[in-house]
């Protein structure tokens, strides 16, 4: 058994897997031309967002690019990935969240939001609840009900079900990171002025 880590960014454009109980390094991530300024790690898919304006998906265990997402107009600065349907989310500095999900052995976008009039800087999902993190000190709530996960195999889009539920009240700093556990109705958002906040979203589902 073979216990997995992704945490260094070896000269700016380079991912490095590591076996930590080996210590020793697996694979070599090569393929962005720019900096790397997000990781998200779900079994043996990895996702990598760079200044490049592309994001990668790579096989852990092979060590190989399966994808790579361009449809952003600036850097990504965050990814993250949907556990329900496997999706993937990306933010950028073009204040786009896009959804992109599996079609018939590649991966396309089928929904693409501006809510915020900035860059996304975090973005956080649990499996029917989306928070986002922006630059002009602010975030957005997104659900998903349960009952309405089915009703869109007929357009082929299980990712396009995310819809805005609430923007919570701006901050005084640009939110650069945020992590939630929004099932139970908590965030909790760290501004630029070096402020932790956490919320109660208090959402009546």
């Not at 990668?56 to 107009?73: E, F, K, Q, Y």
């Not at 029917?128 to 998903?144: E, V, Y």
């Not at 995310?162 to 139970?184: F, G, I, N």
Request: proline share 2%; charged share 20%; with cysteine.
């Amino acid at each position: 058994f073979v216990v997995y880590d992704l945490i260094s960014r070896l000269h700016h454009r380079i991912a490095n897997i590591w076996d930590i109980r080996a210590g020793r390094q697996m694979h070599k991530l090569l393929g962005h031309t720019q900096w790397i300024r997000s990781i998200r790690m779900s079994s043996d898919t990895l996702i990598t967002g760079s200044d490049d304006w592309t994001a990668r998906i790579w096989s852990v265990s092979r060590g190989t690019c399966d994808a790579v997402l361009a449809c952003h107009a600036g850097p990504i600065l965050c990814v993250e990935y949907s556990p329900l349907d496997k999706g993937i989310i990306t933010g950028s500095t073009d204040g786009l969240v896009r959804f992109w999900e599996n079609d018939e052995g590649g991966i396309k976008c089928v929904k693409n939001v501006t809510i915020h009039n900035a860059a996304i800087m975090s973005i956080n999902a649990g499996e029917h609840w989306l928070g986002i993190g922006a630059a002009d000190n602010s975030m957005s709530l997104f659900h998903r009900p349960q009952e309405r996960l089915g009703s869109f195999s007929g357009a082929g889009s299980k990712m396009g079900g995310w819809q805005l539920y609430r923007t919570p009240q701006k901050t005084v700093a640009m939110v650069r990171c945020m992590s939630s556990d929004l099932e139970r109705k908590r965030i909790c958002s760290g501004g630029r002025n070096g402020i932790l906040r956490l919320w109660d979203a208090t959402i009546n589902i």
